[in-house]
């Protein structure tokens, strides 16, 4: 479900604020409904975490509207490598060999990407992009430093705050249609809550290590969608700057002593 958000994206032809504020208004709605302790209210330090969640949403939805699904995705799966980097000033966490090792990788993989298109519109989105993987970190770096606590309220108060950010913008857009609203109910209840849910719930029963594995899939088949239904081809550099990032993640979960975070955004692991 977290996969097809590109291809969707791609299909709605509202802009960038519509559909950002749309999805997160109707995520947290479905959250509320199904998540119970998402219903929790939100201490004042955990205000940033719900920020930074909004921050990455938002940035995601226009990285995809600016460049291609690709693009969008490859540069927000560098997440792990911010955290790397960021973590022992804000954490007191140092990164281990195996993420020194990966760390030049997953860098050559980002200026790979950007340097694949310099025209004005992609490199937009590619700065967007690069703004929801930073925010991404951020996100999940408060959460580590919060210890995990009111996680599902963090997520429904950044959904919230992006739909409220984004509705002065959002009812100067175009009018939409009946298509429209479908892909944006498609994206609120499905690509975002309920596979949320899913998430949180098959986290029950398996192995943090092997979870993060398998959302590994999601920038693997994020651009395949969107080939498929819109025939959105990615170029060659964004390719292989994408396959460093994900080859040097996959090596980074296969460490004994990895440790796994993710709290509902699109997107990869951390």
């Known amino acids: 479900m977290w996969s097809t958000a590109g291809a969707a994206i791609k299909l709605c032809r509202l802009n960038a604020w519509q559909i950002a504020g749309g999805r997160s208004l109707i995520a947290a709605l479905t959250l509320l409904t199904f998540l119970p302790p998402s219903r929790k209210g ?13 921050c990455c949403v938002i940035l995601f939805i226009l990285s995809n509207k600016l460049t291609t699904a690709a693009n969008a995705i490859f540069l ?7 955290i790397m980097i960021l973590s022992p000033w804000l954490l007191n966490e140092y990164p281990s060999r195996r993420d020194m090792i990966t ?9 790979l990407i950007v ?13 967007a992009a690069l703004g929801a993987g930073v925010a991404f970190a951020l996100m999940i770096m408060g959460l580590r ?12 108060w950044g959904n919230l705050l992006a739909a409220t950010l984004l509705l002065p ?22 690509q975002l809550g309920l596979a949320y849910i899913l ?9 943090a290590s092997e979870a993060s594995s398998l959302t590994l899939l999601e920038p693997v ?35 004994p002593h990895f440790t796994f975070l993710k709290f509902g955004t699109n997107q990869t692991n951390a």
């Open 42 to 54: 939100l201490p004042v330090k955990t205000w940033p975490v719900a920020a930074a969640y909004a």
């Open 76 to 82: 927000q799966s560098a997440a792990p490598m911010y």
């Open 103 to 111: 760390l030049p990788f997953s860098l050559l993989g980002l200026i």
């Open 115 to 127: 340097s694949g298109n310099l025209n004005g519109g992609a490199l937009s989105g590619n700065a």
């Open 145 to 156: 430093r919060l210890r995990e606590t009111h996680a599902e309220a963090a997520v429904v």
């Open 169 to 190: 913008l959002a009812i100067q857009g175009p009018a939409p249609r009946i298509q429209d609203l479908l892909i944006l109910g498609y994206l609120g209840v499905f």
């Open 199 to 207: 998430f949180t719930s098959g986290l029950k029963s398996i192995p």
């Open 221 to 255: 088949l994020n651009p395949l969608w969107a080939y498929l239904l819109v025939h959105e081809t990615p170029g060659p550099m964004s390719l292989a700057g994408g396959a460093l990032i994900l080859g040097a993640t996959a090596y980074r979960v296969t460490s």
